[in-house]
Structures are given as structure tokens and as C-alpha cells.
Nanobody, 123 residues
Framework: QAQLAESGGGLVQAGGSLRLSCTASGRTFSSVAMGWFRQAPGKDRSFVASISSSYTPYYADSVKGRFTISRDNAKKLVYLQMNNLKPEDTAVYYC?????????????????WGQGTQVTVSS
């Protein structure tokens, strides 16, 4: 059973940047897609970005041009670089892994999840 652990969250002013990291365990990391989701208070968990096993990224419209997802298969790491942060980006951010290589925006397509890391953007 793969395990995921996020890090890098924190408090930042609007317009600032943060980089989230997700460390994965398991031997099949390089062959599976990874994703980032977020959940703001009182809202459902929503898609942020995904990256396929062949490094193809896919983004939610709300973060396109500001966030960048990347992966380092040798280190079993997934990153989410977040630039020009806005107060509406405030949420708990979750890393997720699929059992397949293709990226996806659907929560139900992901098989394992991290515990989340809080990102707070002040205005």
C-alpha cells in the first residue's frame, strides 16, 4: 500500500509563492499519475493539478498559469509550485496517487491520499 506525505504549506501574503512537496512510498511510483486537490472550509475537495506518468501536466482553470506541477521519479516526489497566490487559494492541499498512468481531474480516480497540508493566503 503506497503512502503519501505532503509538506511545504504555510502562511503567505497575496501575490507570494509556495512550493508544496509530496513524498511517496511504493515501488510503482514512476508508472502512476499523481495529483493535487484542495479543500477550503465548508467546500468540497476540488481538483488542482495532475501529472501523468509520462510527465504530462493538467490544470484546473482557476490555477492555470499560476501553478506548476512536476515530479521527480528518482526521488519519488511530486511538487506543486504556486505563484501569484490569492486569498481564494486558501485551503488544505492534498496529494493523491492513481493506479494508472493517465492524469485525471476526478477524485474517484485516485486510490491513495496524503493527510494534507494547510495553505493560507492573507490579503
Amino acid at each position: 500500500q503506497a503512502q503519501l506525505a505532503e509538506s511545504g504549506g504555510g502562511l503567505v501574503q497575496a501575490g507570494g509563492s509556495l512550493r508544496l512537496s509530496c513524498t511517496a512510498s511504493g515501488r510503482t511510483f514512476s508508472s502512476v499519475a499523481m495529483g493535487w486537490f484542495r479543500q477550503a472550509p465548508g467546500k468540497d475537495r476540488s481538483f488542482v493539478a495532475s501529472i501523468s506518468s509520462s510527465y504530462t501536466p493538467y490544470y484546473a482553470d482557476s490555477v492555470k498559469g499560476r501553478f506548476t506541477i512536476s515530479r521527480d521519479n528518482a526521488k519519488k516526489l511530486v511538487y506543486l509550485q504556486m505563484n501569484n497566490l490569492k486569498p481564494e487559494d486558501t485551503a488544505v492541499y492534498y496529494c493523491a496517487g492513481r493506479g494508472r498512468g493517465a492524469y485525471s481531474r476526478y477524485r474517484s480516480d485516485y486510490d491513495y491520499w496524503g493527510q494534507g497540508t494547510q495553505v493560507t493566503v492573507s490579503s
